[in-house]
């Protein structure tokens, strides 16, 4: 049990670390946007103080942009900010969909570094979990990356959630998948630690290429409030 603990723990550190490095690694894009944009202004204003005449256009436009960063910069704060939270509490009430939507936007970068376009079909009800929100977000990113590199040629991945409340499960579908890639799914011990943790099993439908987050089946579903 206690070595159990230890590769869940270093496998959410690692989690954490790759988060925390694709969120600074944005914002540092986005100050060299606003650097850039102050040296624009500056040139504009030395010209301005030659008396060469200024643009309007040209002057709204850096503005915008140094507004578009500065926005851009304040949602991953907000989302690393939220990111750090889910560490804060054992267990917790989560929406399965609230939580897939979470982590494509923390790891948006690194999604779109791969390709893949993903796309999430809504549940016709909300399905929620009582859980561990920090590892619940772990085992998604991993099932995304996952599923990411399994697409082949379309690239292309869609999400969905199960039919059933008393049975909670999120869906990852390929339009193909690589060859024998599906036999080896989250066997390793960073994996079997998290979904043991999480108590979830993973179904295969290797007919649709397709798999599955699965929870056991609830007499008593959870309900939003």
Known sequence: MGNNKEVLSR???QFFSKMSASATHEIKNTLAIINESAGLLEDLSMMGEKGKPLSPERVNDI???VIRQVQRANFVLKKM????????RKTQIADLEETVCFVLDLASRLIEMQGVVIKVTSPLSRIMVETNLFYLENMIWKAIETACFAAKEKKQVVISFGTDVAVPSIWFSMDLVKDNLMDDLFGSKEDCALIAHLNISIKKN??????GLLWPKRFNPITPN
């Not at 900010?81 to 804060?88: A, P, T």
């Not at 290797?206 to 798999?211: G, V």
Request: aromatic fraction near 16%; proline fraction near 0%.
């Open 81 to 88: 900010n939220q990111f750090s939270h889910s560490v804060d």
């Open 206 to 211: 290797k007919a649709n290429y397709s798999f």
């Open 11 to 13: 496998g959410g550190m």
């Open 63 to 65: 503005s915008q942009r």
